[in-house]
């Protein structure tokens, strides 16, 4: 397989992946738990089959319930052997906040997202935060129990970057026709 302009073949990525899947998880997670203020067991990843709830009474869930990409990238030359191509991304995020205290740590949470060392933080890991729509509430049967569950979407925005080994063309043989 070839992983070189030099040769015929699809070109793959030679540089780290960004942060998707567990990578991605881990760094939501870690945000949710600073910006919250809950303790970092009390936030998870939703998941589609019904478990038992974290321990204590108030947590979060929280999914990437989207990533649209931009449609065009930019490429910037990083050398005679490779290119970096970088794509804007915006990622939609659900959160549920669970408990007695749900609603309070929802609005807590919203209103942290707008404190400037806090969003400071956010742009360290690599996000900047484009918004968010209302917290609503509902109710929720986990465990044979009703527990209150407050709602909220919010977006993110980032630029991931891959590099490729696009070689750069540095000469080519060139023939002039006169017409003579």
């Not at 609503?136 to 630029?159: A, P």
Request: glycine share 10%; net charge negative; aromatic share 10%.
């Amino acid at each position: 397989m070839s992983n070189s302009s030099n040769t015929p073949g699809w070109l793959t990525p030679r540089s780290e992946e960004p942060e998707y899947d567990a990578a991605l998880d881990a760094l939501l997670a870690d945000w949710i738990v600073g910006v919250a203020a809950l303790a970092p067991g009390a936030v998870i990843v939703r998941r589609e089959e019904e478990e038992a709830a974290p321990q204590g009474d108030n947590w979060c869930e929280y999914a990437v319930s989207e990533i649209a990409r931009a449609t065009s990238a930019a490429f910037s030359r990083q050398g005679e052997e490779q290119v970096t191509q970088q794509r804007d991304e915006t990622l939609t995020c659900s959160l549920s906040f669970f408990g007695p205290n749900g609603q309070s740590i929802g609005t807590r949470f919203l209103d942290g997202l707008l404190v400037s060392q806090n969003q400071d933080e956010l742009r360290g890991l690599g996000f900047a935060f484009g918004g968010h729509g209302a917290l609503t509430g509902s109710s929720q049967q986990i465990n044979n129990q009703w527990v209150k569950r407050y709602d909220v979407t919010l977006r993110l925005y980032r630029t991931v970057a891959r590099e490729y080994g696009v070689m750069a063309l540095t000469q080519a043989p060139v023939t002039f026709f006169t017409g003579e």
